[in-house]
């Protein structure tokens, strides 16, 4: 009797050694295909290695950019790509001139950093984006500009022509549409062209600490150095900022239709983004793919291999899977810093634009080009057709209110008080601190 439960005490115990070793096979394959989709680190790094070369120098307008001692003018550049790592072409780039460190730092740290994403038919609708952003703004400003490789000279020459006054208070890059060398194609076609771009930006831009990106469709009705104050709201553990998709559940996207994990109850809208690179870059994420926390660049392709097939809204849906799981590195602005034709297109829902105005308006799914909200439509065409250097009353806001006034037949037109309400504040602080300069 003794002897027959040994023996089925050991085949038990044999069944279980069999079903522990088939369970570690399995997980080590599956750390193993996850570890497969990263990024090598070597080639990654070999960014700072290989360097920029072929520096150029631009012909200078003579004007003084009043940045620093290193803001004399632009340098251009040509950018050879990074092996292995981004499917990136040889490309014209400007930016200041070097200077020394403790310079460069300084000048670093009291600039405010805006990237922007342009591709196919987005030059005009881009340069209106920069130009409410430095309407109102009176610290300077670096715009990042990635964009097609036709549009490169476009920019260029139409930010150059901008008024001397105007100059000095912003510099610019430009930078080839860049991405992973690997299933680069899939991450073009993602949603919208270029749109997924915003995801590799801490990744190509390692010199920036923060960073404010956002779509070309975007329209400033207010300083940037508004928005870019909440930073200083972010805890330790904050590493960027969004505003809700959707103030109510009952017409909102994520919570009803989307089949992926989501941050919060309605999502989060990317269009505006606040980001603190260098945490960004640090930070190892927890995910649904593996017990291993992974960084931002080992944690891009898994997730687009995961999810490619369960996404409507390309970069958006993967940034909210990766909040998801990370809540606590995502601040939440209110629905006024990303104001959009969902947050009156039925009725007002957006209490803090009611209360404050609206600071930042985004005109998504093109409503700036077409009849669907002419409120919108009219706030674009005001600040498109304004020319830098001329009165802002009788040149933009009164012409934008009368137009403002044949919209009153739609939802966002009869709260179009909301569009203009903090404009004119800003129109009001700007010349008193004209006055006060003079």
């Known amino acids: 009797m003794v002897v027959r439960v ?24 599956s750390v193993l295909y996850v570890f497969n989709q990263l990024p090598v680190t070597s080639s990654f790094e070999s960014q700072d290695e290989d360097g920029w070369t072929d520096r150029r120098t631009k012909k200078s307008s003579g ?64 340069l209106t984006m920069l130009k409410s952003a430095l309407l109102f703004s009176t610290k300077p400003l670096h715009f990042h500009i990635f964009a097609d490789d036709h549009l490169h000279g476009s920019f260029r020459e139409s930010l150059d022509l901008w008024p001397s006054v105007f100059q000095t208070r912003f510099n610019y890059t430009t930078y080839p549409i860049t991405f992973l060398r690997e299933n680069a194609k899939e991450w073009k076609k993602l949603f919208k062209p270029c749109a997924s771009q915003r995801l590799f930006l801490p990744l190509i831009l390692k010199d920036v600490d923060s960073l ?113 799981h990370n809540p606590e590195s995502l601040y939440v602005f209110p629905c006024h810093w990303n104001y959009r034709p969902d947050h009156c297109i039925y009725g007002s829902n957006c209490l803090k634009a009611e209360r404050e105005g609206v600071f930042i308006l985004h005109g998504n799914r093109g409503v700036y080009h077409d009849d669907e909200q002419p409120a919108f439509r009219a706030v674009y065409e005001a600040i498109q057709k304004y020319t830098l250097g001329d009165n802002l009353v009788q040149s933009l806001l009164l012409p934008l209110e009368a137009n403002l006034q044949e919209t009153k037949h739609t939802y966002c037109g009869r709260a179009s008080q909301m569009f203009t309400k903090r404009l004119k504040q800003s129109i009001s602080i700007l010349q008193q601190e004209t006055i006060e300069g003079r």
Not at 19 to 24: E, G, I, Q, S, V
Request: proline share 5%.
């Open 6 to 29: 040994s023996a089925f005490s050991i085949n038990k115990m044999r069944c279980y050694l069999h079903a522990l070793m088939l369970c570690m096979v399995f997980a080590i394959f």
């Open 63 to 126: 004007r003084q950019p009043q940045f620093g001692a290193q803001d004399t003018g632009h340098v251009v550049r040509k950018c050879g790509g990074v092996p292995g790592l981004f499917d990136q072409q040889e490309h014209d780039r400007t930016r200041e001139k070097p200077a020394s460190a403790s310079v460069h730092e300084a000048t670093r740290d009291e600039r405010i950093h805006l990237a922007v994403v342009a591709c196919g038919p987005r030059l005009e609708e881009t």
């Open 212 to 324: 404010l990106y956002v779509d070309t469709d975007i329209l400033f009705l207010q300083p940037v150095e508004e928005i870019w104050s909440l930073l200083s709201l972010f805890n330790s553990t904050h590493l960027a900022a969004m505003a809700p998709e959707h103030e109510e559940p009952r017409i909102a996207w994520y919570n009803r239709f989307a089949r992926h994990p989501y941050y919060g109850k309605t999502g989060v809208n990317s269009g505006v983004m606040l980001m603190n690179m260098t945490r960004i870059r640090e930070k190892y994420f927890k995910n649904d793919m593996t017990s291993v926390p992974l960084q931002w660049e080992e944690l891009l392709m898994p997730l687009l291999q995961k999810y490619k097939l369960n996404i409507t809204w390309g970069d958006q849906d993967l940034l909210n899977i990766i909040f998801h």
